[in-house]
């Protein structure tokens, strides 16, 4: 099992960006998958997440309504849509094999396998 981001870079607030993940030793719907983001001096956040199967989507507060995933099995892809980005967007983004779990009106992610390399979103002026 191999995830492999890219498509990250410099951009200014307002702008977009679409980061993609390729997959491989599985397809993109047979597992629960996330977009995770580390920042310089913080811990991770879990920002976005979708289901096996149905495509059930998750978004953090702090990116919904900014951010959509999706994902193309015949492509193997996974993918990260950010519009109207916002300086605090700055960070590595992985993506990663989870397993997604509903608490009421909140969601977790329970994660496995490894760390890719990430691809670095700088959002500045």
């Known amino acids: 099992v191999q995830l492999v981001e890219s498509g990250g870079g410099l951009v200014q607030p307002g702008g977009s960006l679409r980061l993609s993940c390729e997959v491989s030793?599985?397809?993109?719907?047979?597992?629960?998958l996330s977009w995770v983001r580390r920042a310089p001096g913080k811990g991770p956040e879990w920002v976005s997440a979708?289901?096996?199967?149905?495509?059930?989507?998750y978004y953090a507060d702090s990116v919904k309504g900014r951010f959509t995933i999706s994902r193309d099995n015949a492509k193997k892809t996974l993918y990260l849509q950010m519009n109207s980005l916002k300086p605090e967007d700055t960070a590595v983004y992985y993506c990663r094999t989870v397993r997604i779990v509903e608490y009421g009106s909140n969601w977790f992610v329970d994660p496995f396998g490894s760390w890719g390399q990430g691809t670095q979103v700088t959002v500045s002026a």
């Open positions: 979708i289901k096996s199967g149905d495509g059930t989507t």
């Open positions: 030793g599985f397809t993109v719907g047979s597992y629960d």
